[in-house]
Every structure is written in C-alpha cells, then in structure tokens.
C-alpha cells in the first residue's frame, strides 16, 4: 500500500484567486491522478500526473485551468487556477503502487470553497 | 464510453438488516471492478475487488461477485451495523490506464 498526504487539507478562497494542492507520497509510485468530488457528487478524473511531461487531462478539464506537475515519483501539485465558486469541491490525489494497475489508494483529499 | 450506474440512495437499514447495493457496468474488453467506501469526514478507502469474471471480492463482510453475462457487481452484506454507514462507490478500470470510472455513489445509514 501506500501512505498519501496532502496539503491543503481545507481552504477558502476568493474568487479570481489560484491555489496549489500539494500530494506526496511516502514511496515512489508508478501512476498519479487527481480527482474531482464535487458536492454531493461521485468522483470525476481530472488529469493523469505524469513523471517528467505534461500532464493527460480528461475531457472537459484543461491545463490553463488545472495546471499539474510532477516533478519525481513521489510528489505532484494540482492548480486550481482563477477560481470561481463552481470550483468548490473536495481535491483527491490517488495513486497506484507497485505492478498492479488494479488497485488505487487515495489521500484524504482537499476541501476547498470559493466564495 | 465507459459507464457505471448505482442504485439511487439514500438506503436505510435497521442494523442487522441485509444489504445490497446494485451496480451494473458497460466496458470495452474485460474491465476490473472495484467497491470502494467513503465513511464520514473519512478519505476513500478500497473496499473490495475483483478483476476476473466470476471473481468474488469480499471484505470486512461485504462480498461482491463480477457477473460478466449481466454486466453486475452487486455489493452484499448479510448483517449491516451502524459502522457501516457510509456512502460506497462501484468502480472500473479498464486496459492499463489505472484510471478509475466511479459511479455515482450510494449513501448507506444503519440505524440501531
């Protein structure tokens, strides 16, 4: 398994403004990703992380608006950039460790409200 | 695309009641299937698994089995108790992406 942290653990932000989430990972894993829960909501793929290149960004999520990096295997950043109150909504990092692509462990995620 | 569809919540339960939760898939190729479980103020956490048809997870109680002819993975429970409430996630992931589609998330209350 693999131990995941990330900061934030909450915040509120005005609109117009930009936040950095930060994810670390207590050992080097193979593949990131970065979810989205909106209120109420089920969990939506952002972007996968990717060591060392740009990003692989769903569809209806964009790098100018959700800039990721991740610059070693165990550490990547998600932007949340000009904010408005429709990006309120819980931020989860997850990961997969080892040779399995078939078993996620996910951090405690980031809540964050913008007013 | 491919699609997860859950039984729509809230469901309650007096504890000791049985549970199930329906989930049914649509997938290209042979997809995993994962339950996952979200209990309050808590992160998400992998409840069971499996990644072969007729593949049983099962885990702290709860057993689902991956039904390929009906496209299921029905989460079971034969006694819930109040720590079971949570709200609980059917999952895939197909090919080698590691990508996870959720479905839309089933909120369980057990009342004593």
């Known amino acids: 398994s693999a131990v995941i942290s990330q900061k934030p653990s909450r915040d509120i932000c005005q609109r117009g403004t930009s936040l950095t989430i930060q994810c670390q990972v207590d050992?080097?894993?193979?593949?990131m990703f970065w979810y989205r829960q909106q209120p109420g909501q089920s969990l939506t793929l952002i972007a996968t992380?990717?060591?060392?290149?740009?990003?692989?960004?769903e569809s209806g999520f964009v790098i100018d608006k959700f800039p990721i990096s991740r610059p070693n295997l165990t550490f990547s950043t998600l932007t949340v950039s000009n904010m408005s109150p429709e990006d309120s909504s819980i931020y989860l990092c997850?990961?997969?460790?080892?040779?399995?692509?078939?078993?996620?462990?996910f951090g405690p995620g980031t809540r964050l409200t913008v007013l | 695309g491919d699609s997860v569809t859950q039984m729509e919540g809230p469901v309650t339960l007096s504890e000791e009641a049985f549970l199930t939760i329906n989930c049914t898939y649509t997938a290209t190729g042979y997809p995993s299937l994962f339950w996952y479980v979200q209990y309050p103020g808590e992160g998400l956490q992998l409840l069971l698994k499996a990644t072969k048809a007729d593949d049983k997870g099962s885990n702290k109680g709860f057993e689902a089995t991956y039904r390929k002819e009906t496209t299921s993975f029905h989460l079971e429970k034969g006694s819930v108790q109040v720590s079971d409430s949570a709200v609980y996630f059917c999952?895939?992931?197909?090919?080698?992406?590691?990508?996870?589609?959720f479905g839309q998330g089933t909120t369980l209350q057990v009342k004593p």
């Open positions: 050992s080097q894993v193979t593949m």
């Open positions: 999952a895939l992931s197909s090919g080698n992406t590691g990508k996870l589609i």
């Open positions: 997850s990961v997969t460790a080892g040779s399995s692509y078939n078993e996620q462990f």
């Open positions: 992380a990717n060591q060392g290149s740009e990003a692989t960004y």
